[in-house]
């Protein structure tokens, strides 16, 4: 666990991602973030393992469905609760990477950050189906014929090109999370 994370910035930070309207941006799924970061240092990945456990912490600290600033949002947080904190920067700028998850070829601690928010993508076709549908009640408010519409752009675009960035993530996760994806937008498109 990240040196950072105090008892206090820790309980925090839970009571935000246990917020109510929260169905797949929780707690779940800040620990699955946190597994994954760990199996990625399991297999070997050199990084500093500490600051991007603390990115994950504030990734989605701040998530408010249907706003577009919530890693903004989330980083600015970061900065204020961290603010003396030497790793401030860097940890502001991880959390940012989770808007997009495109990082530079040379940005492990990216890497494996947006790896590990991405590993339910490439979790067993059971997971990922309540993966989805977690997503879906998040947005419950959005009908239909505009949430699948723009749920199979945001998926298809994942496709373009590799989903992982590490080598550790496209081997463990890859194969099975093109499969996961395809089979979501097709049954949005369908």
Known sequence: MAAHLTERLREDLLARWSESHRKHHNVAHLHEVLDAIGVLADDGLCFDRE???????F????????????????????RTLLGDSPDCDELARLVL????????????????????DLS????????????????????????????????????????????FHTPAGRNRWEAQARSNVAAEISELTG
């Open 59 to 78: 990734h989605d600290a701040i998530y408010d469905v249907g706003r577009d600033d919530n890693e903004e949002r989330s980083a600015a947080l970061a």
């Open 120 to 163: 339910v993508l490439g979790a067993s076709p059971g997971r990922y189906r309540d993966y989805a549908e977690a997503v879906r009640d998040e947005y419950a408010s959005v009908p239909d014929d505009v949430f699948k519409p723009a749920r199979a752009r945001v998926l298809s675009a994942l496709l373009d090109g590799p989903i």
């Open 51 to 57: 600051t991007v456990e603390l990115a994950a912490w």
């Open 97 to 116: 990477t989770t808007k997009s998850h495109k990082v530079d070829a040379d940005d492990i601690n990216g890497a494996v950050l947006s790896d590990a």
